[in-house]
């Protein structure tokens, strides 16, 4: 049996949003919902059985949630545990609360339909962490100085960029190579810097995780290896490159 305290409890740990009951013909039904739009991503109900296709009257608990991809629902109503969405319209999904579906798998459908009725800003907010490439212009910035002083500093924050995500910091001519990785450990630090040739309205938090020779990843190589032939501002990671950066 899954009970609904521990599905709230992983619902509180990792979005911070609580369960509230908005149905006044269901007062004892839970929503979960997000907190910009109210939109729902989950709801608790109490059924019958034999409303969803099983076989006598006693009353279970069924989680729906709403994938992304309808193919996944339609996959896995083919599986025990899984119906089509009870009472509710689209490509909603019921899940059997009795244990038949593991814990793991129920939150990783919570998260999945988090994200599918989430908007753009708390999509972004709680996405998978990215790798990113970043330019660093000695002319401006001693970078490598700052590193051998400490292994956190801060430095201009890209958009989406956000906490949690891994920056690869390309040093531009003469040195023109990716010299260091770091994780970031703090975002949206206000800085309104503004001069004739830069503005830098927030800064955000590095730490030092890796340091790369020169010549391992130079601009000939990212040219060459991995398709990368211009650094002018923060970009994603080719895979290839993004996984031999991780070696």
């Known amino acids: 049996m899954i009970s609904r305290e521990r599905i709230f409890g992983y619902v509180k740990e990792k979005y911070g949003i609580a369960p509230d009951y908005p149905l006044p013909t269901a007062p004892d039904f839970p929503v979960l919902r997000h907190r910009d739009s109210r939109k729902w991503f989950a709801l608790i109900m109490e059924v019958p059985k034999e409303r969803i ?24 109503v083919r599986q025990k545990g899984y119906f089509p969405g009870y009472h509710l319209r689209g490509s909603w999904l019921s899940i059997l609360l009795d244990g038949t579906v593991p814990f793991r798998d129920i ?22 962490p990215r790798d990113w490439l ?50 970031v450990t703090e975002t949206d630090i206000p800085c309104g810097f503004a001069d004739g040739n ?16 020169p010549d391992q990843f130079s601009l000939q190589c990212l040219k060459e290896k991995y398709g990368v032939s211009v650094i002018r501002g923060p970009r994603g990671l080719p895979p290839g490159l993004s996984e031999d950066l991780k070696k």
């Not at 009725?117 to 998978?128: C, V, Y």
């Not at 906490?163 to 001519?173: E, H």
């Not at 927030?202 to 340091?211: A, D, E, G, T, Y």
């Open 53 to 76: 296709g099983l076989e006598g009257a006693a009353r279970v608990d069924i989680l729906n949630v709403k994938p992304a991809n309808p193919l996944l629902r339609d996959l896995l």
């Open 107 to 128: 939150c990783w459908l919570i998260d999945e339909s988090f994200l599918a009725t989430a908007s753009g800003r708390e999509r972004q907010e709680h996405r998978e």
């Open 134 to 183: 970043v330019p660093a212009n000695p002319k401006y910035y001693d970078i490598v100085r700052a590193f051998e002083a400490s292994e956190e500093i801060n430095w201009k924050q890209g958009r989406g960029i956000r906490t949690g995500d891994m920056v690869y910091l390309y040093a531009a001519a003469p040195v023109s190579a990716i010299l260091y990785g770091c994780t």
């Open 198 to 213: 830069r503005k830098i309205p927030s800064l955000m938090r590095i730490r030092l995780q890796k340091r790369c020779d």
